[in-house]
């Protein structure tokens, strides 16, 4: 059983930039591979990075490429997505998700386990 706590989210201004945290639970966290997805009112929950436990590979959505950072720290059993140049429309809630076995590190599908979420709002 694995526990994810996220935080770090909040409201910024267009342009600035935010840091979520993700805390797991669970002595084999190393072992899962770790996404962010996001839910927008009215939108369907969406996926917006994930890094492999294996080599660290890491993969973005369009939206995020170039903006967005994720990375971990398997010592401390935590996973960070770095938000720089932030638009309004990255407004949502913003939640980890981990996976033993994803195939497919952008389908929801294949995560475990998922976070309560974090409210990030980017005013205009």
């Known amino acids: 059983q694995v526990q994810l706590v996220e935080s770090g989210g909040g409201l910024v201004q267009a342009g600035g930039s935010l840091r979520l945290s993700c805390v797991a639970s669970?002595?084999?966290?190393?072992?899962?591979?770790m996404g962010w997805f996001r839910h927008a009112p009215g939108k369907e929950r969406v996926f917006v990075a994930s890094i492999r436990w294996s080599g660290g590979r890491t993969s973005y959505a369009e939206s995020a490429k170039g903006r967005f950072t994720i990375s971990r720290d398997n010592a401390k059993n935590t996973v960070y997505l770095q938000m720089n140049s932030l638009k309004p429309e990255d407004t949502a809630v913003y939640y980890c998700a981990a996976g033993a076995e994803v195939l497919v590190s952008s389908d929801d599908i294949g995560y475990d386990y998922w976070g309560q979420g974090t409210q990030v709002t980017v005013s205009s």
């Open positions: 669970g002595r084999t966290f190393s072992r899962y591979t």
